[in-house]
């Protein structure tokens, strides 16, 4: 993807694109001790309604915002944002997630 205009390449073929960091950073692992899982994993698992953190099942889903019963990738990607940002309020975390495409495209459902 690296030798093509992103706005050019993304916007016109089609494709669907999100990363857990921009080009200039690395992606964040956490762990509890016992278990490790990605920032990025874990923002997304959070929004889509685990706590991966906790093991357990939330009963909502938090990145749906229009609370349709559907996540997009907009929804998908504000939410994993929204709780690496939580992250970094708690640990030295410097991680931004990237997405391209089409943010209207639903990724699931119930």
């Known amino acids: 993807f690296s030798s093509v205009p992103k706005d050019d390449f993304f916007a016109n073929d089609g494709y669907i694109v999100m990363t857990s960091c921009s080009k200039e950073e690395f992606s964040q692992t956490l762990s509890d001790g016992t278990v490790s899982f990605g ?59 990237q997405y391209y495409g089409d943010t209207s495209f639903v990724l699931w459902k119930k």
């Not at 938090?62 to 970094?88: C, F, M």
């Open 39 to 97: 920032a990025f994993t874990y923002g997304l698992c959070y929004g889509s309604g685990y706590d991966e953190w906790n093991r357990e099942p939330l009963g909502y889903l938090p990145a749906d915002s229009d609370a349709n019963g559907a996540i997009t990738l907009g929804e998908a990607h504000r939410g994993v944002q929204e709780r690496i940002n939580y992250l970094k309020s708690l640990l030295p975390l410097e991680q931004a997630t």
